[in-house]
């Protein structure tokens, strides 16, 4: 199935340059993957010990523009972190 990038490409060019092998892991790694008992685990411990981070950073420093970016930066660590677990190498 066919799905627009997220920057404007016209689609026939996108399907001579890239080959099938890029193709099929750029669909694969934009799919649901649902996590297996053991993944969600290793999930559940990154989790807790960026919740302990970001509770750190909010006692230890002021309210600030740094402090929201460090927190929203803290959220994206996990999202990858998470990524990499369901994924299993395959980025």
């Known amino acids: ?5 997220f920057y404007y490409v016209d ?12 193709r099929t892991k750029v669909e694969e790694i934009f799919k649901y993957h649902a996590p297996t008992p053991a993944q969600a685990e ?3 411990k990154i989790r807790m010990s960026a919740l302990e981070l970001a509770e750190t950073i909010i006692t230890e420093c002021p309210a600030s523009a740094d402090r929201t970016t460090s927190i929203r930066k803290i959220r994206e660590a ?9 994924l299993d190498g395959l980025v």
């Open 1 to 5: 199935m066919w799905h627009e990038p």
């Open 42 to 44: 290793s999930m559940v």
């Open 11 to 22: 689609k026939e060019l996108w399907l001579r340059v890239i080959n099938m092998d890029d």
């Open 78 to 86: 996990v999202m990858t972190a998470n990524a990499s677990i369901v």
